[in-house]
């Protein structure tokens, strides 16, 4: 009867011992790279998304409607229109509870007004995406984006909306600013504290003497600048050759 040297078995059972440790060790490391990369995505990303419609059609007392967002949609009564539905609606989207920043919504058939905006972590495939309103008649939208804040003249839905524009200023980068209901003179200030390059739209008219900021949004290649200088709303687009 062959007998195997004793050494032998040893060797591979080391070399067997050598493998499994070595493909443990790369799926650990693996999957601290995905959790790292997953983490920083939802930390340094951002969608915000508003609807504000108010002319154009006259709803009727408890009419039901449709809000709709990425392709899904919820039927909802205009008059019981609350944050509660929107966060239900981008539930249904595949947006967990976690992710969720803020939700809040106002609708009324005897105002014919509807207000919309939310704002969660991560992103969407495409830089816009429709918030739609709808019903047999008629049908109406507003926008979300990637790292944007932009805010409308929202009148119904603005109690502590101005805390959570500064907290998302203050945490993530944005790429495109408009705040309409309130004067925030820290708002532009806390976005050039993260240097985004290549914005969009910086919107100071409402911010006095904003004019003196300018210079540091062309720096950084910001497409649309308005500022306001003495009282005055002014905007500057830039060339096409780029900003001089």
């Known amino acids: 009867m062959l007998r195997v040297h004793p050494f032998l078995n040893l060797t591979k059972m080391k ?15 693996g999957t601290l790279f995905f959790l790292l990369f997953m983490s920083n995505l939802c930390r340094s990303q951002i969608v915000t998304g508003h609807l504000l ?23 909802v009564n205009v008059d019981s229109l609350n944050g509660s539905e929107i966060k239900r609606l ?14 809040r919504a106002y609708g009324s058939s005897f105002e014919n007004k ?7 972590k991560g992103q969407i495939p ?15 939208a507003g926008y979300a984006g990637n790292d944007i ?18 907290s998302i200023a203050k945490n993530y980068k944005i790429n495109s600013f408009m705040v309409k209901p309130f004067n925030l003179p820290e708002l532009p200030f806390l976005v050039l504290a993260k240097n985004p390059l290549n914005g969009t739209l910086a919107d100071m008219r409402w911010i006095k003497n904003s004019i003196r900021l300018v ?5 950084l290649n910001w497409q649309i600048i308005w500022f306001n200088d003495n009282g005055a709303a002014k905007v500057l687009n830039r060339p096409k050759t780029g900003w001089n």
Request: aromatic share 18%.
């Open 15 to 29: 070399t067997k011992t050598q493998y499994f440790s070595n493909r443990i060790q790369l799926l650990i490391i």
């Open 53 to 75: 419609y108010q002319t154009g059609y006259n709803y009727q007392p408890n009419e039901l409607v449709e809000i709709g967002f990425m392709n899904n949609w919820i039927w």
């Open 90 to 103: 981008l539930r249904l989207y595949g947006i967990d509870s976690s992710r969720i920043i803020d939700t």
């Open 114 to 120: 509807v207000e919309i905006f939310f704002a969660f």
């Open 126 to 140: 495409t830089d816009r995406a429709d918030v739609w309103i709808r019903n047999q008649h008629h049908k109406f």
């Open 149 to 166: 804040l932009v805010v409308p003249q929202f009148t119904r839905i603005i109690q502590g909306l101005d805390s959570t524009i500064i």
């Open 215 to 219: 210079p540091y949004f062309k720096e």
